[in-house]
């Protein structure tokens, strides 16, 4: 059997606001958008006792055996929705401890596939439960749009939204999603929000906030470095930290800028991963 390949895109929060706490898990209001670079996720189903799951490609290195991949199909096997075995080899291109949503997005692209394929037979809201089992942030990429995610933890999706050009950037270090969270110890109050495709328009954006940036530009200062000298180059619209860092983005309105912006930054910073892109 050939393999089944697909694309597995990085998200991006655009905006990101913390509005509370459950007993596990802190409560957000976030913006969320999808960009052109991804990992490349390559299926076939084979004869053997267990699942073989490969990761190549630049950033492979540190991710172990318990993964959102093999957290997917343990809980398939469990829920007994699955009974055979597959060979799944990521290519790595979007970087751990980012922001970016990687993992994440692995499982759920992989969960999407098997769905789309008829491999396994669940509806929507199984899928969802069964995203939500494997990681909060699961759920977004099972529909790669701009989407809303709302203080009460539901999905608003928007299609055919305004395309922005990115520079991303990373440092040579991640940010711990569990540490960032530990330090939040004022949440932001929950807008009344009419949500609507405007809300991802250039002003608008302009004008949020990630509220967990402060947070890791006070631990790690060369991200509030980073930040200043992105904010110099070709005039960006803004510059924010997506998720819990540690990835900066510039957004740009032309391609032009983002590239010429991509080219200085390189300069100056010669050992940090940087990528320009665009939102899907």
Same mark, same amino acid.
């Given at each position: 059997?050939?393999?089944?390949?697909?694309?597995?895109?990085?998200?991006?929060?655009?905006?990101?606001?913390?509005?509370?706490?459950?007993?596990?898990?802190?409560?957000?209001?976030?913006?969320?958008?999808?960009?052109? %670079?991804?990992? %490349?996720?390559?299926?076939?189903?084979?004869?053997?006792?267990?699942?073989?799951?490969?990761? /190549?490609?630049?950033?492979?290195?540190?991710?172990?055996?318990?993964? /959102?991949?093999?957290? %997917?199909?343990?809980?398939? =096997?469990?829920?007994?929705?699955?009974?055979?075995?597959?060979?799944?080899? @990521?290519?790595?291109?979007?970087?751990?401890?980012?922001?970016?949503?990687?993992?994440?997005?692995?499982?759920?692209?992989?969960?999407?596939?098997?769905?789309?394929?008829?491999?396994?037979?669940?509806?929507?809201?199984?899928?969802?439960?069964?995203?939500?089992?494997?990681?909060?942030?699961?759920?977004?990429?099972?529909?790669? *749009?701009?989407?809303?995610?709302?203080?009460?933890?539901?999905?608003?999706?928007?299609?055919?939204?305004?395309? %922005?050009? *990115?520079?991303?950037?990373?440092?040579?270090?991640?940010?711990?999603?569990?540490?960032?969270?530990?330090?939040?110890?004022?949440?932001?109050?929950?807008?009344?929000?009419?949500?609507?495709?405007?809300?991802?328009?250039?002003?608008?954006?302009?004008?949020?906030?990630?509220?967990?940036?402060?947070?890791?530009?006070?631990?790690?200062?060369?991200?509030?470095? @980073?930040?200043?000298?992105?904010?110099?180059?070709?005039?960006?619209?803004?510059?924010?930290? /997506?998720?819990?860092?540690?990835?900066?983005?510039?957004?740009?309105?032309?391609?032009?800028?983002?590239?010429?912006?991509?080219?200085?930054?390189?300069? =100056?910073?010669?050992?940090?991963?940087?990528?320009?892109?665009? /939102?899907?």
């Amino acid at each position: 059997m050939n393999f089944n390949k697909i694309k597995s895109y990085a998200k991006i929060n655009l905006s990101l606001s913390v509005v509370g706490k459950s007993k596990k898990l802190h409560k957000i209001e976030s913006l969320v958008a999808f960009i052109d %670079l991804y990992d %490349l996720i390559s299926i076939k189903k084979i004869q053997s006792k267990n699942h073989r799951i490969v990761f /190549t490609g630049k950033f492979k290195k540190k991710i172990n055996s318990n993964n /959102t991949v093999s957290k %997917l199909l343990n809980i398939l =096997e469990k829920k007994k929705i699955i009974n055979q075995k597959f060979y799944i080899k @990521i290519v790595k291109n979007i970087p751990q401890e980012s922001g970016l949503g990687g993992g994440s997005m692995n499982a759920a692209n992989i969960l999407r596939s098997f769905i789309k394929k008829k491999i396994i037979k669940i509806d929507k809201k199984k899928a969802y439960e069964i995203s939500n089992d494997i990681g909060s942030d699961v759920i977004l990429g099972l529909e790669p *749009t701009n989407s809303i995610i709302t203080s009460k933890n539901k999905i608003v999706r928007f299609k055919k939204c305004k395309r %922005l050009f *990115t520079l991303i950037v990373k440092p040579n270090f991640g940010c711990s999603t569990k540490k960032i969270y530990a330090k939040v110890n004022k949440f932001d109050k929950v807008k009344n929000y009419k949500y609507s495709k405007k809300m991802f328009n250039f002003e608008y954006l302009k004008k949020m906030q990630n509220s967990l940036e402060e947070i890791a530009l006070s631990r790690y200062p060369v991200l509030k470095e @980073i930040k200043s000298y992105l904010l110099k180059l070709e005039n960006p619209i803004f510059v924010r930290m /997506t998720g819990s860092g540690s990835a900066l983005v510039s957004y740009y309105y032309s391609k032009k800028h983002c590239d010429r912006a991509k080219k200085l930054f390189n300069k =100056e910073y010669k050992k940090y991963w940087c990528v320009s892109s665009k /939102t899907i």
